[in-house]
């Protein structure tokens, strides 16, 4: 009541000044700071008007769905995140593609200084082998721009410095630490970056969606978004406000508050990321802190009866590495056997992973809970008609939740 109170003195306020500017205003102050109104016939109309508006905006709000995005770092939430503003909003205005240019260029400098500083370790760990030893006449270079993807200041990318990091990159010892890049934490970006540095060094450069997509900026804090999958002035469309959060751990603690009143949860999982470590922890397998962590969020007792949206993201890269990096590298997994090659051990190791998840789905779920929803999708996050048609299934699945809770199904 006191917070309705309020929120119609304030509307009040701003009313009354904008239609009666020079008046006095009609209301006065107790002691104990609380409004007390004396109205004229013109401001019980006004009052009335707002009163309306209130409600009509309260209705509205609960019209709309909370969706929340979680995940470990590095598992596409953002990507995700970027795709649904794409897709279903404006995208991105010339300002904001513009302010991605640092982004970018930190992208490059970062991953270029991990893949010289990785090769000068694996050249030390295997003496033996020289084909991790920089040809001499790169060396200088990936020592100077070693020193400038270690700062925090990095420069614009200019035609020079791409060059020298186009040269550097194409050396056979960077490709050979490149093979092994998830023993460095080499994003997934690299490649891309890699073979569009001269677009990138161009003075008139403005970043492309896909440039926008591929970025990768650490989630700090909480970001949110709304939107309707088949728009919000078709009247079958359910309207949802989506949160993307931190996934690194020290981000974590900043999602409770978002618990509650949640209508479903989105979980993101690199089925990639099978063999590779912890940006924040190196000791510990990614997989292994997906799993810990899809189970904690299961258990949470605010979401007993909430909805469950699991994306099995990043199957492109997935694809690519499950022939030739076993699944069982990882401890979760180490019961697979292969029974095949090409695409059909790619689709069983899909579906090995899959159920690895369904089973600790429902081993965490309590009995009085397993008729909340809970679906499966494979998802890449850089495929923009992937993510399109996965969120209007998304969107399809909580539209026929809701009438059903309504008794309309």
Known sequence: MLKRMHRLFLLLTSY?????????LPFYFCSRACPHFILSDTSILQTAEIERRIERETKAEKHIQKLLLLGTGESGKSTIFKQ????????????????????????????????????????????????YVLSPPNKETGEKLSSIG???????????????????????????????????Q???????FMENLHRFSDAHYIPT?????????????????????????????????LFD???????????????EGVSAVIFCAALSEYDQTLYEDESKNRMMETRELFDWVLKQPCFEKTSFMLFLNKYDIFEKKVLN???????????????STGKQEIEH????????????????????????????????????????????????????RNLFEAGLL
Do not use: M
């Not at 990318?157 to 998830?182: P, V």
């Not at 990096?325 to 029974?339: I, S």
């Open 349 to 400: 190791a899909y579906e090995f992973v899959k159920k690895k998840f369904e089973e600790l789905y429902f081993q965490c779920t309590a009995p009085d809970r397993v008729d909340r929803v809970f679906k499966i999708y494979r998802t890449t996050a850089l495929d923009q008609k992937l993510v399109k048609k996965t969120f209007k299934l998304v969107d399809e699945t909580l539209r026929r």
């Open 84 to 131: 649904i503003k794409l897709l279903f909003q404006t995208g991105f205005d010339d300002a904001e593609l513009k302010s991605y240019i640092p982004v970018i260029h930190a992208n490059i400098y970062q991953t270029i200084k991990i893949l010289h500083d990785g090769s000068k370790e694996l050249a030390q760990s295997e003496g033996e082998s020289g084909k």
């Open 186 to 192: 080499v994003p997934d970006c690299a490649h891309y």
């Open 245 to 259: 959060v931190g996934g690194q751990r020290n981000e974590r603690r900043k999602w409770i508050h978002l618990f």
């Open 16 to 24: 009354y000044f904008k239609w009666n500017r020079f008046a006095v």
């Open 209 to 241: 969606k896909e440039d926008v997509l591929y970025a990768r900026v650490r989630t700090s804090g909480v970001v949110e978004i709304q939107f309707s999958p088949v728009g919000e002035n078709k009247k079958s469309g359910e309207v949802y406000r």
């Open 325 to 339: 990096v076993p699944l069982n590298v990882c401890e979760w997994f180490k019961d697979y056997q292969p029974v």
């Open 150 to 184: 270690g700062r925090l200041d990095y420069p614009h990318l200019n035609k020079e410095l791409a060059q020298e990091i186009e040269t550097l990159w194409k050396d056979a010892a960077i490709q050979e630490t490149y093979a092994r890049g998830n023993e460095f």
